[in-house]
């Protein structure tokens, strides 16, 4: 009789996965992942109701059906951290994991495992001898990049000057490159035209 009452008693203990939180915000699932609010940070449910990720404050939210929220795309989710001033943008896997360091000016989630990103390129012009600096350059590029990071084409090829300084770059700069199926990508020219890139 003692085993049945203990096993009875056991039941609604492992029957019964999900969490008994309150939170301020629940997503639809995105890739088998719920975003969930709690104040000002964001945190994810898996398909079972169970926290997989913890409540954190770097995600990117994504505005979806008039919402905002973090999601996953290709176990992929956006991330930022803001380094002397200025954000750049990175993900993170189902783990919570970071697998793209935050690198980039700016960066949308991942469709068919390509996502669009602003890469930047550093280039030594020389040094400054009355003040004992080197003297550099930065362009950024609209990139085509995989799950890990690697850039696989880039969409305007002589880039874009730009200052890494908080007086000057307030905010991210915009991806004006669209993913249209696939393997299309529309870019814009410089005559505010469009262009049509195949990705194979």
Request: charged content about 25%; hydrophobic content about 40%; aromatic content about 12%.
């Amino acid at each position: 009789m003692k085993k049945l009452l203990i096993i009875f008693f056991m039941i609604p203990i492992f029957g019964f996965s999900q969490t008994t939180e309150e939170f301020d915000f629940i997503a639809p699932y995105s890739d088998g992942y719920a975003a969930i609010k709690k104040g000002e940070s964001w945190g994810f449910v898996n398909d079972k109701g169970t926290i997989a990720i913890d409540f954190r404050y770097d995600l990117v939210l994504t505005e979806t059906n008039g919402n905002k929220y973090p999601i996953f795309k290709n176990n992929r989710c956006l991330i930022s951290e803001i380094k002397k001033g200025i954000t750049y943008f990175g993900y993170i896997d189902k783990t919570g994991n970071t697998v793209i360091e935050p690198k980039f000016l700016n960066a949308i989630n991942f469709n068919n495992n390509k996502a669009l990103a602003l890469g930047i390129l550093k280039e030594e012009l020389g040094s400054n001898d009355i003040l004992g600096k080197n003297v550099v350059s930065y362009r950024y590029f609209e990139v085509i990049i995989d799950t890990d990071g690697n850039v696989d084409t880039y969409l305007n090829p002589k880039g874009i000057n730009v200052v890494l300084d908080k007086e000057y770059l307030k905010t991210p700069p915009e991806i004006t490159s669209k993913q249209i199926s696939n393997n299309l990508f529309v870019v814009r020219t410089k005559n505010s035209k469009w262009m049509i890139k195949s990705i194979e």
